[in-house]
C-alpha cells in the first residue's frame, strides 16, 4: 500500500458526459501528478500540481481539468467524454515538486466509456 | 525530448531462475533518475528499483538489481530467485531535471512459470 488513495475504483459513464476522480496523496506529500494509462498510449502524465498549484503540464486534453484542494488532495475533471477516454488514470504523489522526488503511485480509477 | 524504449514486449522465467529485462532511454541531460515500476494483475504501480545518474554503484534492492550503463544510456533489471509473485507487467521510467513527469516505457510483461 503506497498510502496514495484514489476514487473510485471503477467508473462506467457515457459518451457526452462528466466524471470526477478524486485522490489523496500520502500524508507529507505536497505534490500529486495524474497520469492516464491507455491501450494505445501507454502510460502519459497528464498534470502535476504542487501546494494547490499547477506546476507542469503534460498530454492533457482541453476537455480535462484539476484542481488541488487546500488539503491537497486533488480531482481530476473529464468533460464531454469519449470512447477514447476510456483507460486507467493513476494519481501519484511526492514529498515536494523536485525532480529528485520519488513518486507513488495510488491503486488507479479504471474509467469506461459505453 | 526525452525517451524510453523497452524492445522486450514479453518475457518468461522459470520460477528460481534468473532473469534480465532491457531499458534503453535517450537524453541530452546529464543528471536524471531512472526507475523500475512493476505493474500486477491488481494493476497498482509499485515501486521496484531506482538510480540516480550520478551514481557509479548500481542500485540493489533484494532480489531486484540493475545495471546501469550510463555511457551506453542502458538500465536493465535483474530479478534473481525469480518467484510466481515476480509475475507483471514492469514498466522502465526516466525523469530528470527539465521536467517534473515520469517518461515511461511501454512495458515488459514477464510470466513466470512454475
Known amino acids: 500500500d503506497s498510502g496514495v488513495t484514489q476514487t473510485p475504483k471503477h467508473l462506467i459513464t457515457a459518451t457526452g458526459q462528466r466524471v470526477t476522480l478524486r485522490c489523496s496523496p500520502r500524508?507529507?506529500?505536497?505534490?500529486v501528478y495524474w497520469y492516464q494509462q491507455s491501450l494505445d498510449q501507454g502510460l502519459q502524465f497528464l498534470i502535476q500540481?504542487?501546494?494547490?498549484?499547477?506546476?507542469a503540464k503534460g498530454n492533457i486534453l482541453e476537455r480535462f481539468s484539476a484542481q488541488q484542494f487546500p488539503d491537497l488532495h486533488s480531482e481530476l475533471n473529464l468533460s464531454s467524454l469519449e470512447l477514447g477516454d476510456s483507460a486507467l488514470y493513476f494519481c501519484?504523489?511526492?514529498?515536494?515538486?523536485?525532480?529528485?522526488?520519488?513518486?507513488?503511485f495510488g491503486p488507479g480509477t479504471r474509467l469506461t466509456v459505453l | 525530448a526525452q525517451t524510453v524504449t523497452q524492445s522486450q514486449p514479453e518475457m518468461s522465467v522459470q520460477e528460481a531462475e534468473t532473469v534480465t529485462l532491457s531499458c534503453t532511454y535517450d537524453?541530452?541531460?546529464?543528471?536524471?533518475?531512472l526507475f523500475w515500476y512493476k505493474q500486477p494483475p491488481s494493476r497498482q504501480m509499485i515501486l521496484v528499483i531506482r538510480?540516480?545518474?550520478?551514481?557509479?554503484q548500481n542500485a540493489t534492492e533484494n532480489r531486484f538489481s540493475v545495471n546501469f550503463q550510463k555511457a551506453a544510456k542502458s538500465f536493465s533489471l535483474k530479478i534473481s530467485d525469480s518467484q510466481l509473485g515476480d509475475a507483471a507487467m514492469y514498466f522502465c521510467?526516466?525523469?530528470?531535471?527539465?521536467?517534473?513527469?515520469?517518461?515511461f516505457g511501454t512495458g515488459t510483461l514477464l510470466a513466470v512459470q512454475p
Open positions: 538510480q540516480e545518474a550520478y551514481k557509479q
Open positions: 537524453t541530452s541531460e546529464s543528471d536524471y533518475y
Open positions: 501519484a504523489s511526492s514529498v515536494a515538486s523536485g525532480w529528485t522526488d520519488t513518486q507513488y
Open positions: 500540481y504542487y501546494n494547490g498549484e499547477e506546476r
Open positions: 500524508s507529507g506529500d505536497l505534490s
Open positions: 521510467a526516466y525523469r530528470g531535471g527539465a521536467t517534473n513527469k515520469l517518461i
